[in-house]
T-cell receptor
Framework: AQKITQTQPGMFVQEKEAVTLDCTYD???????LFWYKQPSSGEMIFLIY??????QNATEGRYSLNFQKARKSANLVISASQLGDSAMYFC???????????????FGQGTILTVHP | AAGVIQSPRHLIKEKRETATLKCYPI?????VYWYQQGPGQDPQFLIS???????DKGSIPDRFSAQQFSDYHSELNMSSLELGDSALYFC??????????FGPGTRLTVT
């Protein structure tokens, strides 16, 4: 079974500063994928970034980067140059198995509410 | 780029009624997932389909059923609705089990 833990219920950051959202995971699988999603108050679930367990480089997508530390089982999201529009709930999620297989349900963490102050 | 389409976006039903939620995945995506997100909670996996066959099942009540059709759209059927079924229901799709892209969700309110 997979477990995702997000220990920060809420985080505050000043506009234009960087912020790190923590995520630790637990799994016995050798192959897995890690995801971050953003959920604004409107409710939609927006895909941000993906890291495969065998990827040697940390994933980056624009202002988002994933600090993947496999030995510590952590997959922290770093948002650089925060913007007011970044205020939202952020979920870390895990998928068992590698890409290319026929299964892939996501297990989510509890989420972190990020508030960006002007 | 085309996204996942869900309909309806909002649905109000009374207890013991039935509801049908529809999902149209991103074209050429081969897997569809359904998730339920209760108020203030994280999404919980319900069921998934790979190439129109059920591929995995989570904590889906027996009152719920789902299927994927030949055109790859999927429907989640919910019967004997209870107050606790009020939630945001997401459909997501992926190609070859890589990134999952979520639809906008259907907000179901049971009164």
């Amino acid at each position: 079974a997979q477990k995702i833990t997000q220990t920060q219920p809420g985080m505050f950051v000043q506009e234009k500063e960087a912020v790190t959202l923590d995520c630790t995971y637990d799994t016995s699988d050798q192959s897995y994928g890690l995801f971050w999603y953003k959920q604004p108050s409107s409710g939609e679930m927006i895909f941000l970034i993906y890291q495969g367990s065998y990827d040697e480089q940390n994933a980056t997508e624009g202002r988002y980067s994933l600090n993947f530390q496999k030995a510590r089982k952590s997959a922290n999201l770093v948002i650089s140059a925060s913007q007011l529009g970044d205020s939202a709930m952020y979920f870390c999620a895990m998928r068992a198995g590698a890409g290319g297989t026929s299964y892939g349900k996501l297990t989510f963490g509890q989420g972190t509410i990020l508030t960006v102050h002007p | 780029a085309a996204g996942v389409i869900q309909s309806p976006r909002h649905l109000i039903k009374e207890k013991r009624e039935t509801a049908t939620l529809k999902c149209y995945p991103i074209p050429r995506h081969d897997t569809v997932y359904w998730y339920q997100q209760g108020p203030g909670q994280d999404p919980q996996f319900l069921i998934s389909f790979y190439e129109k066959m059920q591929s995995d099942k989570g904590s889906i009540p027996d009152r719920f059923s789902a299927q994927q059709f030949s055109d790859y759209h999927s429907e989640l059927n919910m019967s004997s609705l209870e107050l606790g079924d009020s939630a945001l229901y997401f459909c997501a799709s992926s190609l070859a089990n890589y990134e999952q892209y979520f639809g906008p969700g259907t907000r179901l309110t049971v009164t």
